[in-house]
């Protein structure tokens, strides 16, 4: 049963634009969130995380907002550029462990 | 950029073949772990270490095993492929302290016929 979901497979922004990509998970024993960027071709990059005793964290251009009474969790990217359209991979560990849980991706695309 | 190096990039290999797929560091992370990629499934653990000769499964672990004998490399076998294991398999790192993030190798496209 999949812990972590990100419903939405694909979004399409105007370059210049807000981009808001959401996850949503069951779990709640999850304590540290992340997000991932992904290029064809390439490994997961690590773009941004934030722990449970925080409900935002920043950094540039993105920021992520944690919700954990809805288990939900969104990245922001503004303003989105061309360079932003990958596939997106939020996240989750649980506060005991080292195990992470993944989310099946949202691909982003960024319209010049 | 994390120093994670996979190996062999591309496979093809018939049903029934053992694999070996390498992942090596040079990080000295502690905790190393391979993925499995597929349409519609994300990214899912398939085996994991948290030391030399210490492992653990992880979701989708049957038909895998892995060894880890040194620090720097973790070693995913599957010992009679199946088609059902043709995949974009990763590996991944992170260090020990609290919220430490993976890092992510450029991955192994493997393909079973």
């Known amino acids: 049963d999949q812990q972590v979901k990100q419903n939405s497979p694909s979004l399409s922004v105007q370059e210049g634009r807000i981009s808001i990509l959401n996850c949503d998970y069951t779990n709640s024993m999850f304590d540290y969130f992340l997000w991932y960027k992904k290029y064809p071709a390439e490994g997961p990059t690590f773009l941004i995380s934030i722990s449970s005793i925080k409900d935002k964290n920043e950094d540039g251009r993105f920021t992520v907002f944690l919700n954990k009474s809805a288990k939900h969790l969104s990245l922001h990217i503004v303003p989105s550029q061309p360079g932003d359209s990958a596939v997106y991979f939020c996240?989750?560990?649980?506060?005991?462990?080292?195990?992470?849980?993944f989310g099946t991706g949202t691909s982003l695309t960024v319209i010049p | 950029d994390a120093g994670i190096t996979q190996s062999p990039r591309h496979k093809v290999t018939e049903t029934g073949t053992p694999v070996t797929l390498r992942c090596h560091q040079t990080?000295?992370?502690?905790?190393m772990y391979w993925y499995r990629q597929d349409p519609g499934h994300g990214l899912r653990l398939i085996h994991y270490?948290?030391?030399?000769?210490?492992?653990d499964k992880g979701e989708v672990s049957d038909g895998y095993s892995v060894s880890r004998s040194k620090t720097e490399d973790f070693l995913l076998t599957l010992e009679s492929a199946t088609s059902s294991q043709t995949s974009v398999y990763f590996c991944?790192?992170?260090?020990?302290?609290?919220?430490?993030?993976?890092?992510f190798g450029d991955g192994t496209r493997l393909s079973i016929l």
């Open positions: 991944a790192i992170s260090d020990q302290g609290a919220n430490q993030p993976q890092h």
């Open positions: 990080e000295n992370h502690r905790y």
């Open positions: 270490s948290y030391g030399v000769k210490d492992t």
């Open positions: 996240a989750a560990r649980p506060n005991t462990g080292n195990q992470f849980y």
